[in-house]
């Protein structure tokens, strides 16, 4: 098992008085318990050798119990320029990428939040930004095209994903046995609204490639931001490590439970972060402190 940390709560005692299953968005029927894992990588311009090690990490999380993974964010593909990425674009449900996540879940029998991968768009010189999940049988259960586009200039880093990348528009969640799961990626971190739009979540998730320099300033509070706000789990699997293009990433994976603790966390190199959400903390946040049901502005 690869090395994780986790933290102790700090948190005030909290009523075991909790809301009923629907206030929570979610069936009377689902898990009151669910094990997750967010993989972290450092992917390379080898699309065949980063499904590899990613089909490895998965057996890992597998094997330690987990009933989702998510994976990072260009797991699948970090090229030496933005433009290498339409090499190994793929028709959406179709392509080597797409088979490997579906014959993945498949095999280990649980839900995969594939990162991302580049799909075909409308104009050639640009590519979608995908987030596909599977299902334990290995069908596709959702699909999101990341909204947000980075942009950053400081001295010689220099980013505009706009140049090779298509916006998604629509917010995505889909059902899990734990809940409802609200999907976003990388730079949607720090536009809140777009998770209030997600409705009531048990988890939201962040497949990530925060640069260096942007995530020791903002990564961590910004993803404990956002399970403060939401009163739900957060899991994010990020990029981290100095990759074969020169680029840098945080990494600095991380699960944090709905009071903003942090439940797992590593901070580089290729590794399993796993952690087990609960619905009974779900429900003692919510009622000590309730905030998502005082919301007024919408």
Not at 137 to 164: C, M, P, V, W
Request: aromatic fraction near 8%.
């Amino acid at each position: 098992m690869s090395e994780t940390h986790v933290s102790s709560s700090s948190s005030p005692a909290l009523s075991a008085t909790a809301p009923s299953a629907s206030q929570l968005g979610q069936a009377s029927d689902t898990q009151s318990t669910f094990r997750v894992a967010a993989l972290q990588m450092v992917s390379t311009p080898d699309r065949d050798r980063n499904l590899a090690d990613a089909g490895r990490l998965i057996a890992e999380a597998a094997a330690d119990g987990a009933q989702l993974v998510l994976l990072p964010e260009y797991f699948c593909f970090m090229g030496f320029k933005d433009t290498d990425k339409l090499a190994v674009r793929e028709a959406y449900r179709d392509g080597p990428i797409q088979r490997f996540l579906a014959d993945a879940a498949r095999r280990h029998k649980l839900w995969v939040i594939g990162g991302t991968l580049p799909v075909t768009a409308p104009e050639p010189s640009r590519v979608l930004n995908t987030t596909l999940v599977f299902d334990p049988q290995g069908n596709e259960a959702a699909r999101y095209d990341k909204i947000h586009l980075f942009n950053f200039e400081k001295g010689e880093e220099s980013f505009d994903e706009a140049r090779t990348i298509c916006p998604g528009g629509e917010v995505r969640t889909f059902q899990s046995p734990f809940g409802r799961v609200g999907l976003s990626v990388c730079y949607d971190l720090r536009f809140p609204e777009l998770y209030r739009r997600m409705g009531d979540c048990a988890l939201m998730v962040v497949p990530s490639a925060f640069t260096y320099t942007t995530g020791r300033a903002h990564w961590e509070m910004l993803l404990r931001a956002r399970a403060v706000e939401n009163q739900c789990y957060v899991l994010a699997a990020a990029q981290g490590g100095k990759h074969e293009n020169g680029r840098r990433t945080w990494g600095h994976s991380m699960l944090v439970d709905p009071w903003g603790e942090i439940v797992a966390v590593r901070d580089e190199g290729a590794a399993v972060v796993a952690g087990t959400l609960e619905r009974t903390r779900i429900d003692e946040v919510r009622q000590s402190l309730p905030a998502w049901r005082h919301r007024v502005l919408s």
